[in-house]
């Protein structure tokens, strides 16, 4: 069996997409289940639209999602030599010519066209006229006038072209440059692609490819075309449904596994699983299992599933994604042991590393504040006196694990008749400042002995100067 060989050939036009990063996604996954390759190709031909800011962002994006490849980036604006090579092979051939027809007697095709009730298409006016390369000519592929083709879709089945609907189409303008489908022909063969996996909004340019893969005399490749993915209203998606780029899922807070484990799951899936790890899908992706119908895009399910893997992936996974929000709250850490432990307690907490670090804030700072409905319900003197006598038990502890602090409360339970609820949440807001956060136990042991002790005894302190809690 020949290496399969996919690719994902964005335009730089703008930053990518979900669309698109499910296209990336599942020409790499089918890439990377089969031991083969996968390869990035710009296809940056459009001048006019094309951004070097573009480029860089589809980089960014793909490096985020852990999308490698293994060959390219190549840049279709670099390979125009190659293009005009095929492009003259074909005219040689008698698969192509040139055409002068001006702008308005083209127009006048299609009217008349339209007039008869056919298509707009051009009626070959400069089919066998074998005229030659000119300033104003453009080359058009010789269509074949009758029968049909057939694209082999693996996904849809067998979808048929008649080729009277197809019309002698332009691969090269006039000013030299190559047009969409000739190009993405070239590269495909050039660089050995054998299988295709993209939008079903490009089944229309299929037939066309495959007429000029068989013109060329090369193999025509394994075609896939992926249903589109909808809004929850069904229509296509757009940024109203949340389709934004995929840089902006990393600003929100996203892990991009997550973001991967989804976006697959948009039209393909493996019996009732919804949840996997990037090895399970190279391990279980196949083309067989995708679907026919369109995907719907809902992000209630993206944020479920995101908080899903956050829970489940291990801190050393989650460190580097966290510190970038750290840093926006001037937490400035490194990654280290402690960072591990701090996310530890959280992970089971947060949908997203922005509650993440909303919720790390106090393992770094201490608070300068409590909350101010907390201390007026739980900073009362017997709940001080409480305080009290937990800081000098916990001075005498030589270990700071939780097996060792909950026999700790439970003495200061039993000497006061306080419920642990009691004692627990004058703890909490001493340590924290709010009246919510990890638990207790977990919580001390990740701040330690002396940080705890710390707190507990500034909190007693300013707590007893009758000082307005809200303010401290």
Not at 121 to 140: F, H, I, L, N, Q
Not at 351 to 357: D, G, S
Not at 374 to 403: C, D, H, Q, R, Y
Not at 426 to 440: C, D, E, N, Q, W
Request: aromatic share 10%; hydrophobic share 40%; proline share 5%.
């Amino acid at each position: 069996m020949d290496t399969i060989i996919t690719r994902f050939p964005p335009s730089p036009t703008g930053y990518l997409h979900i669309g698109g990063a499910r296209t990336a996604l599942f020409n790499w996954l089918y890439a990377r289940a089969n031991k083969g390759k996968f390869i990035l190709r710009i296809e940056d031909t459009d001048a006019a639209r094309s951004t070097k800011e573009s480029v860089d962002a589809i980089f960014d994006a793909l490096d985020w999602l852990g999308i490698d490849y293994d060959e390219g980036p190549y840049y279709q604006s670099e390979r125009y030599p190659i293009y005009q090579e095929y492009i003259e092979k074909l005219v040689a051939s008698g698969n192509a010519y040139y055409c002068t027809c001006s702008a308005e007697r083209i127009e006048e095709m299609r009217s008349a066209a339209k007039a008869r009730g056919e298509n707009p298409r051009y009626d070959g006016t400069c089919r066998e006229k074998g005229k030659g390369p000119s300033e104003a000519a453009v080359v058009r592929f010789k269509a074949p006038l009758v029968g049909n083709t057939i694209v082999e879709d693996v996904i849809r089945g067998n979808i048929i072209f008649s080729n009277t609907e197809i019309d002698d189409f332009i691969i090269r303008r006039s000013d030299g440059s190559p047009m969409y489908n000739l190009a993405v022909v070239v590269d495909d063969i050039t660089m050995g692609i054998n299988t295709i996996i993209r939008g079903d909004d490009h089944i229309s340019n299929t037939p066309r490819q495959i007429l000029l893969y068989l013109a060329m005399g090369a193999n025509v490749p394994v075609f896939g075309h992926v249903p589109m993915v909808l809004g929850g209203d069904k229509a296509r998606l757009s940024k109203r449904h949340g389709a934004m780029s995929v840089t902006a899922y990393r600003e929100m807070g996203y892990y991009p596994d997550a973001l991967l484990n989804y976006l697959v799951r948009l039209g393909w899936s493996h019996g009732d699983q919804e949840f996997f790890t990037k090895e399970e899908l190279i391990e279980k992706f196949s083309l067989k299992n995708v679907g026919k119908s369109a995907g719907v895009f809902n992000p209630e399910k993206l944020l479920a599933l995101n908080a899903q893997h956050i829970h489940n992936a291990p801190e050393e996974k989650l460190a580097p994604h966290l510190l970038p929000f750290l840093a926006q709250k001037g937490v400035d850490v490194r990654e280290d042991e402690y960072l591990y432990r701090v996310i530890g307690t959280l992970k089971q907490r947060s949908k997203t590393f922005i509650e993440m670090a909303e919720g790390a804030g106090f393992y770094y700072t201490p608070p300068q504040s409590y909350d101010e409905k907390g201390a007026k319900k739980f900073l009362k003197p017997e709940n001080l006196e409480a305080l009290k006598m937990l800081a000098g038990a916990l001075e005498t502890l030589s270990a700071f694990e939780e097996e060792h602090l909950e026999p700790v409360f439970q003495k200061i339970m039993d000497d006061t008749g306080l419920g642990f609820g009691k004692i627990a949440q004058p703890v909490r807001l001493a340590l924290t400042g709010k009246t919510v956060s990890p638990g207790i136990f977990e919580m001390m042991t990740v701040l330690g002995k002396e940080e705890t002790i710390s707190r507990l005894e500034r909190c007693i302190a300013l707590a007893g100067q009758e000082a307005d809690m809200s303010t401290l």
